[in-house]
């Protein structure tokens, strides 16, 4: 079973993740801020990372950071779910930069599970 | 010897005179005296000279009354010393001219005397041996006063000899004297033939002997005699003439002549009848001449009037373009400066009387953003000059700067305008205003708006994935069709939120200028296609046919960051199906014209009305008819489109007649840096 972990401070946002992911099979983890979300990505190695932006405490960016120093981090997948735009560029010339850049407001939660799948498979 | 001839008539010397002793000295004192006395009461100025030195050895009385110098001021002095003489001698080299000759006459000659009279003299200089003496002696004759009756007397006789009237002077017993050139020319006879003739055969021609009696009686009594005679040419024809006979008595009282003075009477009657026409004609014209006077004033009146108002509204003008706060200036055609008010003083730290007269741009440097001088040719003042039209950069977007006297900045807005006088643009009118304020304001909307946006977007983004994830449960699907509407209704309604949204968003990162460009070699004609299959989908909505036309040949990639591109194409294709009438068409060419692509998108919709037209690129700005048509709409993407645009340094025009259609056209440089 691909795991999945989801890094959000958003809890409804979170939830809905969670709900969908796991009813399409994935094994999935829960983190509300980014540091939580290193520790939960170094400790179990999920398949793919789900990860917010603008988050309390450690953001997004900064987790990206850490991950990307870690030896099995700098390869991980990440998808960037935000609704800020324009982020695509703080992203950008991080070593294995991440593989989708979505505007959660902008993408529909249909097609967002469809990349996850072809991603997964 | 001759000193002591004339130490013997020295006055000092006469108080005790030097008798001689001897009867021949005797004998030769007494001529001496006699000469002397001579020499005392001579009505002449006398000097005599010594004419080897020049010195005066004597002066007689008479000279000394006549040049108002005393004898001692005289004597022994040089003839040229003297200012009196300077007409004659003014140098000793003249003088030598006056020793040389032996007689010199000046028969008038201009002296002023020393008190400053100016007199006329004649001038007479004897050069003779006294002895073995030589000795000039000057005779001095004032002849003012007779020059003065002589000139009178030749004036008078001028004045006769060319009077109109006749004249003849005759003697006592009426023997003609002296005839003058009226009379001449009158009768025939000349001046010769006439004189020595009695008066009769001239003047009394054709009167009786007792008509000529009575006129005798008359003037041989000392009477004034007045009445028209009958003259009688050389030729035996007449002439009447209007004549005065006046008798004139010599200083005894007896008379000595008669003078005649005619008036021709002909003439004088012509001149009388024509004085009445003429007076006639005066009062006509003089009543036309008060017409036209009165006239004249009436438009001289208009004329200050019309000054007046001139100056007042001069003045007014001239007042407000100093005193309005916006900082005006104007320029000629070189841009010297002619005009500045004192807000734009203000504005640039400059005084008037630093700029006048000089080169704007030498005082006042534009720069952008980053500092970067902005050429002379692209600024606006120039502009208006060069393309004879407005020029202007007014809004906060247009980052343009005014470096002040003492180097510090300020964003400004301009606007240009060209001077036309006869069609020939004779200058500039540039009009500035500082616009940190509204810069600063239209930052702090657009932060709040970029702020705001966030914060809306996180809520609705999470009720849109919500709706969704429902939707698709089987007990949505099983649910009534009534229920499923609802849910669509508050699907649509949040999207459409959503995409207010997203269109405020990039409203707000293009004012703050965070647009990052991400360019990449695109084939805009693949690009534009795509869009606009697209975008067939939704032609359906008015049963629109949606066209594209590309040329021929191929265009070279360009440089631009395609989403944006895309974006821009299918906000002006949107625009045009969603403001079409129904089974309208909306085209889509393009075009390449030199190294400009033209993109333009042809709808045959509503049009947007002249009013409307200028607004249109303005922020959430939407016509009423838009609204009406499509009331979603944000009015904001036409603000992003040519803002883009812009960016990729193209720019984008419109022509649009309302109830007929829009043509929107996007002008993209090939060129792209």
Known sequence: MKKILIVEDEKAYLGLLHDQLAKNGYDVMDAKDGEEGLKLA???????????????KVGGIQMLKALRADTWGKDASVFILTNVNGSRELTEGMSNSVGLYIIKSDMKLDDLLWDIKVTLK | MLKHLFNIFAPQKEENPPYPVNPSEKKLSLSELRYRRLFETAQDGILILDADSGKIEDANPYLQEILAYSKNELLGKHLWELGVFKDIVSSKE???????????????LPLKT??????????????????????????????????????????????LEVAANGIVITDDKGIIQWVNSSLTTTSGYTFEEAVGKSSRILIFGKNDTLFFRDLWKTISSGKVWHGELINRKKDGGFYPMETTITPVKDQDGEIKNFIAIQQDLESRKNLEKDLVKKNVNLVHQSKVQEETKQAMLNVMEDLEEAKRVIEIERARDEAMLISIGSGIIATDQNLRVTFMNEAAERLVGWKNEEVIGKLWFDFVPMVDENGNMLPEDERPIKQAISNKKLSTFTTPLDNYYFIRKDKTKFPVSVVAAPIILNRKVIGAIGVYQDITREKEIDKAKSEFVSLASHQLRTPLGIMKWYLEALENEDYMKKSPRMIRNYFDEISDSNERVLSLVRDLLSVSRIDQGRVKNVPKSVDLIQAIKEVVDQMQIVTHVHNITLGLTVPENKIPPVNIDVLRFSEVIENLVGNAIEYSVEAGSVNVTVKKQDDILLISVKDTGIGISKEDQKKLFTKFFRSEKAVTQNPEGSGLGLYVVKSYIEGWGGKLSFESVEGRGSTFTIHLPLCQK
């Open chain 1, 42 to 56: 170094l400790d179990n190695k999920p398949d793919l990372i789900l990860l917010d932006l603008i988050m309390p």
């Open chain 2, 94 to 108: 003249a003088f030598l001219k006056l020793q040389k000759q032996k007689y010199i006459r000046y028969k008038d």
């Open chain 2, 114 to 159: 020393k008190n400053g009279r100016s007199i006329d003299a004649e001038f007479i200089s004897n050069v003779y041996m006294v002895g073995n003496q030589k000795v000039i002696q000057c005779n001095i004759r004032e002849i003012s006063e007779f020059k003065k009756s002589d000139e009178k007397l030749i004036l008078l006789s001028k004045a």
